[in-house]
């Protein structure tokens, strides 16, 4: 991403359809003091009379589980999101560390192999690399993963002796690729996955972006057992609160050879990289949560109406401008997804770097190469447009500065 | 850790010598509210005129080596700590983020080993644990590592084909020992470390605790090539935070060639783990030092006096219960540290978990056994006594306790 950022620095006035950070007004909305008063209030009347304790709890160290986890169960159980306990939920430093910590975790030998949907998140793939985890790329279709491709791929595995240990998977509006699980796939899935014994760590990420109302379940509710359940308070809360979590009440064995959730497992691997996560962070996220009735749902329905809004913006842009050009007809092809912040469009030409610094030195507008979030050759030809750092004028701005671009390029 | 946090849980009323943890006072005094607004104000007045983007800065995703790097150098450079540039220092996490971190960038090969002084700081075992790399325990004198074991542990391990790459030491008062290294012992570490090409991890967690007056160079000022340096602003602002740092403006090439100050390779291996440190917690931080004209030194004087009045305290409590007695002559002896909030008693008894538990059921008083912190049997008679988080009356009540315990069990 050091190119991607590069290229930014480079076009500070450039249309960047690149960034998947929250939108700057939503981000301008929270407000830490009154969040974090909320939540000492709270703990005060849960925790009284020791007053004192609570004033400090978010300046001092905390355990390494973390210091609202109750809330979080009682959050993922308002959302229907899974049936959940605080002691089985460990708070991170956002999900890139709960994504680290649960692989630290559950691969033990060099013979076992992450399968990640394919386009998928940089991240996933940032912390493999950094265990030194083989991966195996999954084709992510409209329905989610392939489940052709993950059979063939735990057959292969067998038959080289390896196993496939997990499967990484966000079935709501994915980064990069916008595919949504529709009920039936999610339990296929599933079933395929505890019939194999494979571990699915589901990234809830854009789970706020469905209406509530036709959310279908997440693969946490239809197969606890078999999945761990990994997000963050970043695009629903803000990020410079750094604050994540996992959901994984599986049992493993402790060093002592006690029988513990595995989320206090990787409360103790935490402990080892980062001690805990920022109490300040927790509480102002905790408050801001109880502001919200303990939904994240609630907490996210102003955030979904302005993302659905930027989608619908951006998909009619994308129609405006290429839909009924015989020049395009056939040439460009991109999905429709109904949430999230992403839509992936497919092209003839090879997209990369170079193609990537045309388009802002001489057209203006910024996007980022599929490729970047591919282990094959198979997204060489796409590019991501994320809608959610920009306001409607300056997403049809850049939809006529992209037309521009593959005018030229085409 | 885990059988402490038990046993404290299980004794919320005994008198803890365990917690390295700072003062409740001083925590208490930090108004987060009051330090943020200094921080923005203070990026506004740096940065003008987009004053809306300095006031989303700690609410949203900042660059993976940090946002307050500036101000950080300009602390060290205030300080006489270190000829620091922002862009030579990656924040991270807490300290144990950046011991992490490091150890991942520098470790390269199996047969490089990492010792540490023996007993030395939990959290660097625990991060070379994680990423399983070999260690070896240096002896901690009263003047620092043991410059002959040093010598040895290199000589040894290149008859076996191995390297010493680097030795984690905190040269003041050190946790667990309290140890102090003087000036002429610092450079003989830096020639030794020079002439045989050993990276020192400096940990500066207590470096606060000395007067500015007569604390020596830092060993990054002595030998600045060979000396990575780590700190933490847990101590001397407030753990809550997580708000760590390294500087290391060493060279190396990255993986597209260049080459990039050592602190921008841990950024980039830190996007992997964790994306970035708190933006809320950095700018807190960054309003903390800007009040205390950007000096950890001044933001650290209330501390320092604090420690050293319970320090004083404490081991004229020891000398107190213990000094005068025929019955603990020549049995207990302990250390006399000047700053820092450890001191190290050696007993003649085997000192583990039992007796703990019993110090603690028995005689309501805790304290740390001094082999958790020790990669050998060295320490197996030691403990480790806190000073931080007590007030006068508790220390003395507690060593009273302490006194109790060990007529019962010597």
């Known amino acids: 991403m050091n190119f991607l950022n590069e290229v930014m620095r480079r076009h500070p006035k450039a249309i960047s359809f690149a960034p998947g950070a929250p939108h700057p007004d939503l981000i301008g909305e929270v407000d830490v003091v009154h969040c974090l008063n909320t939540y000492i209030r709270h703990q005060a009347q849960v925790h009284a009379p020791d007053e004192r304790k609570h004033l400090l709890e978010h300046l001092e160290y905390g355990p ?95 038959s080289q002796n390896r196993s496939i240990r997990a499967l990484y998977v966000a079935p709501d509006f994915a980064n990069p690729s916008g595919n949504f699980m529709d009920l039936a796939s999610r339990k296929s899935l599933c079933r395929l996955a505890q019939d194999e014994g494979v571990i699915l760590l589901e990234d809830t990420a854009y789970g706020f972006s469905s209406p509530a109302s036709t959310r279908p379940p997440t693969l946490k509710q239809i197969a606890p057992a078999s999945t761990i359940l990994i997000g963050t308070f970043s695009k629903v809360g803000f990020p410079g609160a750094r604050v994540g ?95 999230g912040f992403f839509v992936r469009i497919r092209t003839p030409m090879a997209v990369d770097h170079s193609l990537l610094a045309r388009s802002a030195d001489e057209f203006g507008v910024l996007w980022t190469p599929m490729r970047f979030f591919s282990l094959d050759q198979s997204c060489d030809n796409e590019l991501r447009l994320s809608c959610s750092y920009l306001d409607h004028a300056q997403i049809e701005e850049g939809a006529s500065r992209l037309r521009d671009f593959f005018e030229a390029t085409l």
């Open 64 to 158: 390494a589980q973390g210091i609202i986890n109750e809330l979080l169960a009682e959050a993922f159980r308002n959302d229907g999101m899974a049936q959940a306990e605080g002691r089985n939920i460990t708070v991170t430093n956002g999900a890139q560390e709960a994504l680290f910590l649960t692989l630290r975790a559950i691969f033990t030998s060099p013979n076992q192999v992450l399968a990640v949907t394919n386009p998928g998140y940089a991240g996933i793939l940032g912390a493999a690399r950094m265990l030194d985890i083989r991966t195996t790329p999954v084709a992510d279709t409209e329905n989610g993963p392939s489940l052709d491709d993950l059979g063939a791929l735990i057959g292969q595995a067998r």
């Open 245 to 339: 979590f996992v959901l994984a009440e599986q049992r493993v064995q402790s060093v002592a050879g006690e029988f513990l959730p595995l989320a206090s497992q990787l409360a103790t691997l935490k402990s080892m990289i980062s001690i805990n996560t920022s109490p300040l962070g927790q509480a102002v996220i905790g408050g801001l949560l109880l502001e919200h009735g303990l939904s994240i749902s609630a907490l996210g329905e102003r955030h979904r109406v302005l993302y659905q809004s930027n989608l619908k913006c951006l998909l009619l842009a994308l129609d405006e401008q290429f839909g009924s050009s015989r020049k395009f007809a056939g040439m460009l092809e991109w999905n429709r997804p109904e949430g």
